[in-house]
């Protein structure tokens, strides 16, 4: 089969490495540009496990004339805004690893990112990359917001019992932990080894840009109005996500009932595990599988979801590739297991 | 002044390992036997960081005439019910860092310990040793329940809020971390670092021991039924316990009516501290401390109160350490600062 | 191409799941049986990551007819002997992974392994399956004794200027840490999180196994006596070798001289990467890479050669793997890339 | 007893939080100014474990009246020379942590530390603050020069077997790793968690500027010349050195031989330990000691020695503290069992 040329924008991140990782062994893909800023002209073998030690980071430009169908995009939120109009007007497929697209409401961009919204007419274009919920859509697409890792654990974890009227919409905390990674390959103090191990500390508690995301592709969904609280946990691993996730039933359902909703949108998912014990991030690590257990608590009328991924993979670079799987009609799972 | 005698039951392990630290160095104490079953015999130090080569773990017997005012026992859950008794019939100040004597109700304490509860009489005399809210009764008896770890920061973190009537006595959803000293030092697959490392996982789901007695304490505080949903994980860690507690508001209330909850409450207790920013584990770690940290959310008509100690310390040996203290008529900190 | 059967013992330890791992993936291979001692009857989901839910460790019994072509053997020390001679005798390729076939020399065996040697005249047939080295006689056999994980970093850091007598063959000094999934997936305190976590300790300073393997095999290759310190280490990773080798140069030798006799035994060799800068362990991690690099102190007359790999790949599962695609016929990358 | 009042310059890093720790819990001075320079106007405790929410970390300057008898310097190289000289001026004990310093040979300093040695006469009164093996030159000084983390580590450990010629002094390897904290607090991609954790890597081989310190204190302590090769790793704890140290014996000397040069040197010194079996790092965390230990392979004629200390307590401000204790008359141990 005739590969297609892809290109990865920031590329020096652990996204991007990522992305090129899974990139590079794809069997109908051919890995092309890679372009970061900072380390433009690096070799890539300076920053990732890359076995070309000739191959340099390329020149991060507007300018540059790109050579590849479709464009990872992997850079800080409000980098890809600059560049996505461009990339979608030269008529490439573009997946969005970032934020910059995945709030169509503007107002909500700017509150939680602390920043203005500058896609223009493109971001109505682009459509939401979860491919377990969104697959006509994204095959349809050329443009793709690839979900938050947070985002992809919590609404995979509540999206069926949601659907299904099985929780009170307005009763769900998400209490999450994630690997280190998820801050991105920068310098600072806060992320530096001798301040992150041996601790745990909770950030932006009520205040993280995931949560307008959560509430509005959960509401989508389900089709009522969802209101969360997410409070997210910096802890000592480099890789994985972990959230345990807490609803009110709006019945008297068993264990049965909830599984039954799992089952009924995941049993054709091929990356989505329902184990019959309670999840381990390292069963998901360095895998674009997450892992979703439910358990119902009678005496507090109560569920709790659990559910764990890479946020390297599942949570980043794999579903991006997933994403890219659906929008160049590949087969789901190709380059992926 | 004179000092008083101690002995150790269950040296060999962590708690008692750092009981024997503090005891080692308290001004008024003096750190005498120190038992220990498996390692009876072998030298403290190639089990502790223990200065002296020489000194070997004793015999563990009911027979042994414990030369010592003050017995710690740091022992698996259902071993101190086997030798408190005998202990207190001898006069002894009897300090219990195991869950055996802490849940008053034999059936309730059956069904979370899976164990029959052998204590007889002496379970009724049996004080829970929470000083911040317990601190009369503790100083005027000789056998004290240490409370668990996980209970600590929970009670600790709830109590002032449901004293004060702010929350919703059967709303809270408590969300813990542990390091991985919390399970023991014991030769288990499941606590090897090649499992623990780079991994997340939570355990005992509803069914957790601390339950009844987080409830339990929390209802006689606040004289009303309070209900829980507890999960703890077990995180790659060795020391530290951190709590993110959730509750409904049972009014309108801010922040600072949750921080006069607080400050009341807490004002001239020395190890409870009340920083006013995210609290993390590093700054308990090997300290009698415990730091809780409270917002609102208006928004939710929730507040998450964040607590965070160290195992083995506030939650093991340094409380069992401030607990002597009061009943021995010594000044609360003495030598936990 | 038609596909051989491959079966594993000794499954549900760390090397064993990661022989599973390659083994699944292997094109030209079926994992077929899998069997294990302690854990026969378990899931293997419960030990391992491992989609199907339903698959159960097999008993472990000599008795058992065995459904394979190739038999992995990854045992602990002494196992294997009990069982190579009947697999053999079944005309079973046999590929061992643990340390009882590796020493010829009965009595060196007795010293290090504390065990007597009975695997009777199958020992002589055993090849030593170090493919960079002993790719003739590997493609030749049916019988092969996997080098160790430290002994594999060590040898081929050393051989090539042993070879072209760069130095002094009685200077040597291999400074190596592990991370603890070298140890094996067992209960013990002293791999337990809580100990290992934040601590470094060497261990069988001058006593450890992979001595006679590392001189009886240099030995050979460079046709002189060859005499080492070794001293290992046990770190705070989970995989990965680290060898820091230190040798007195038998001349005036430069790094292009040392370079020269790593470009020539290596250049064709795909698992050996010769970087040009200090190498890291998660450069190798999850790969069946061996990264090594030296430097000339010209001032010291010395020189020092680093390598690292992944001890569960390179150094187990991924080098026996290689082995097989050597005595299959297969290409020696085949499922390892 | 009358209390000194000390200063410390620096005070955001590891070594001047560790510093003010100690200090402010020593019996005999008074923790008084604390000074920073990015991170002046800031809170202490937003960056270290402090109690005190309002104190802040002073605006570093050279203007500044310095309101203390002893100043501890805890600044990057180069930074002391600019300030020494001028509170030497004003008649303050100056204990030096850094490296500025410690080599009198301002050529050798220029060459390993790439910096101009600026300190003009000051230099020459400067004391080399290893108290085990120089404390009547620091108790008769005002003026030390505390030494580095790997050469108090090294030093210690080969200066009994060089002082007593039972090794060749041109034979010894020095294979070091280090905590992250031996870093420094600072804010870089390379100290990053996501980096260093499950990772090892080599650094400054040949090149690190404690070669030159190591060569010339055991020089001068042994009256001869001595050569040294030295290879420190970065590994993935927080604290702790921990060095692993070859050399040839001059002379059949046994374990007894070599036992008796310790126990000759250091049977009065209260910080180093002699223990009877291989050290580990968790043994000397948040300590003062430093543990040896030796042992003699007859059939390599060599001796291996190992030590191990907290980076942040004797291979800096413990140390500091201990000087202290010297310069001021104070009992060597104060404040640091």
Same mark, same amino acid.
């Given at each position: 089969?005739?590969?297609?040329?892809?290109?990865?924008?920031?590329?020096?991140?652990?996204?991007?490495?990522? =992305?090129?990782? !899974?990139?590079?062994?794809?069997? !109908?893909?051919?890995?092309?540009?890679?372009?970061?800023?900072?380390?433009? *002209?690096?070799?890539?073998?300076?920053?990732?496990?890359?076995?070309? $030690?000739?191959?340099?980071?390329? $020149?991060?430009?507007?300018?540059?004339?790109?050579?590849? #169908?479709?464009?990872?995009?992997?850079?800080?939120?409000? %980098?890809?805004?600059?560049?996505?109009?461009?990339?979608? *007007?030269?008529?490439?497929?573009?997946?969005?690893?970032? *934020?910059?697209?995945?709030?169509?409401?503007?107002?909500?961009?700017?509150?939680?990112?602390?920043?203005?919204?500058?896609?223009?007419?493109? =971001?109505? @274009?682009?459509?939401?990359?979860?491919?377990?919920?969104?697959?006509?859509?994204?095959?349809?697409?050329?443009?793709?917001?690839?979900?938050?890792?947070?985002?992809?654990?919590?609404?995979?974890?509540?999206?069926?019992?949601?659907?299904?009227?099985?929780? %009170?919409?307005?009763?769900?905390?998400?209490?999450?932990?994630?690997?280190?990674?998820?801050?991105?390959?920068?310098?600072?103090?806060?992320?530096?080894?001798? #301040?992150?191990? %041996?601790?745990?500390?909770?950030?932006?508690?009520?205040?993280?840009?995931?949560?307008?995301?959560? #509430?509005?592709?959960?509401?989508?969904?389900? @089709?009522?109005?969802?209101?969360?609280?997410?409070?997210?946990?910096?802890?000592?691993?480099?890789? *994985?996500?972990?959230?345990?996730?807490?609803?009110?039933?709006?019945?008297?359902?068993?264990?049965?009932?909830?599984?039954?909703?799992?089952?009924?949108?995941?049993?054709?998912?091929?990356?989505?595990?329902?184990?019959?014990?309670?999840?381990?991030?390292?069963?998901?690590?360095?895998?674009?599988?997450?892992?979703?257990?439910?358990?119902?608590?009678?005496?507090?009328?109560?569920?709790?979801?659990?559910?764990?991924?890479?946020?390297?993979?599942?949570?980043?670079?794999?579903?991006?590739?997933?994403?890219?799987?659906?929008?160049?009609?590949?087969? %789901?799972? $190709?380059?992926?297991?």
């Amino acid at each position: 089969m005739k590969q297609m040329r892809t290109a990865v924008f920031g590329a020096s991140g652990y996204a991007g490495g990522e =992305l090129m990782r !899974l990139l590079a062994r794809h069997p !109908l893909v051919q890995l092309g540009q890679v372009f970061a800023k900072s380390f433009a *002209g690096s070799a890539i073998s300076s920053v990732h496990a890359w076995d070309d $030690e000739d191959a340099v980071f390329k $020149e991060f430009s507007t300018a540059h004339a790109v050579d590849a #169908e479709v464009c990872f995009l992997a850079l800080p939120h409000g %980098e890809a805004m600059e560049i996505a109009p461009m990339l979608l *007007g030269q008529g490439k497929i573009v997946i969005d690893l970032g *934020g910059d697209h995945r709030l169509k409401d503007r107002a909500l961009f700017e509150k939680y990112y602390k920043k203005q919204q500058t896609s223009g007419a493109v =971001l109505d @274009e682009a459509v939401y990359g979860l491919p377990e919920w969104n697959s006509t859509a994204i095959r349809a697409s050329r443009f793709v917001a690839n979900p938050g890792c947070y985002a992809t654990s919590a609404i995979l974890a509540l999206a069926p019992v949601l659907a299904e009227g099985l929780i %009170e919409p307005d009763s769900i905390i998400i209490d999450s932990m994630s690997g280190v990674s998820g801050a991105g390959r920068k310098a600072a103090i806060e992320y530096s080894f001798s #301040e992150v191990n %041996e601790n745990v500390k909770a950030y932006r508690i009520g205040d993280h840009q995931h949560i307008p995301e959560i #509430e509005t592709v959960l509401g989508e969904i389900s @089709e009522q109005e969802v209101k969360i609280t997410f409070t997210p946990h910096l802890i000592p691993i480099t890789r *994985g996500i972990y959230s345990t996730t807490y609803a009110t039933l709006s019945g008297a359902f068993s264990n049965s009932d909830v599984n039954e909703a799992f089952q009924k949108h995941y049993a054709n998912k091929p990356f989505v595990r329902l184990p019959g014990s309670i999840p381990e991030v390292r069963r998901v690590t360095n895998t674009n599988f997450i892992d979703i257990y439910s358990t119902v608590l009678p005496e507090r009328n109560q569920v709790i979801i659990i559910s764990t991924l890479d946020n390297l993979v599942k949570g980043a670079a794999g579903q991006a590739v997933q994403n890219m799987n659906l929008v160049c009609g590949f087969p %789901e799972t $190709e380059g992926l297991l």
